[in-house]
């Protein structure tokens, strides 16, 4: 079943700018993680936040969680053409299941 | 150096047929995972294996047959293809434990059915 939701589905701004997308889900979790997805390829973890932590960051992504919101949201700074993907959020409740939104389509423009 | 393998990458035939996607990881993961991603990028686990063991089964037909003949090998077979299993399936591993870890997938598997 489909657990998380993004937002927006489709994202296209300038390179430089900065891009959030949002996520969210429904059921209580341990864990949220987001993915990244290059056209026609699979999928490149990005960033794991604990259900006990707020917020996160590595390199250019910070990643915030409300677990009383049951939302998360990614920020990539700077934004390059490379940062041209699909991103994808996934819930786990378990260790060994996660459940993945339909993600949020980016795109950079030159 | 390739972590997560699968073949072949992609995959044309017609309905009915029988066949087979092979994983192969050399990461050292005890779980492997494999998902099928439907033309709407929408990803949606299959099965989960863990030492070699199957822990998760989501609602798959029974067409679907996972295979592990070791810890570090996921085969999917497929019997009697039918057209809504055009899908890009994909292969994935992670460590095992109480804390949770990342996955790492494979390139995926692009399977036409005509």
């Known amino acids: 079943s489909q657990q998380g939701e993004e937002d927006p589905q489709a994202l296209s701004i300038q390179e430089g700018e900065n891009a959030t997308m949002n996520c969210s889900y429904k059921?209580?979790?341990?864990?949220l993680q987001w993915y990244r997805q290059n056209s026609g390829r699979g999928l490149v973890h990005l960033i794991l936040?604990?259900?006990n932590e707020r917020e996160k960051h590595s390199g250019r992504l910070r990643v915030t969680l409300d677990t009383s919101k049951k939302s998360s949201s990614l920020l990539i700074t700077a934004s390059r053409a490379a940062d041209t993907a699909s991103y994808f959020c996934?819930?786990?409740?378990?260790?060994?299941?996660?459940?993945w939104g339909a993600g949020t389509k980016l795109i950079i423009k030159p | 150096d390739t972590a997560v393998s699968q073949t072949p990458k992609y995959l044309v035939t017609q309905m009915g047929n029988d066949k087979s996607i092979k994983c192969e990881q050399n990461?050292?993961?005890?779980?492997m995972y494999w998902y099928k991603q439907d033309s709407k990028k929408f990803l949606k686990i299959m099965f989960s294996?863990?030492?070699?063991?199957?822990?998760i089964n989501e609602t798959v037909p029974n067409r679907f047959s996972p295979k592990s003949p070791d810890k570090a090998h996921l085969n999917l077979h497929i019997n009697s293809l039918e057209l809504g299993d055009s899908a890009v399936y994909f292969c994935?591993?992670?460590?095992?434990?109480?804390?949770?870890?990342?996955?790492?997938f494979g390139p995926g598997t692009r399977l036409t059915v005509t």
């Open positions: 996934a819930t786990g409740r378990s260790n060994y299941q996660l459940i």
């Open positions: 059921t209580s979790i341990n864990n």
């Open positions: 936040i604990r259900s």
């Open positions: 990461l050292g993961h005890d779980t």
């Open positions: 294996y863990n030492n070699k063991e199957l822990i």
């Open positions: 994935a591993s992670s460590r095992s434990g109480t804390d949770p870890y990342e996955q790492y």
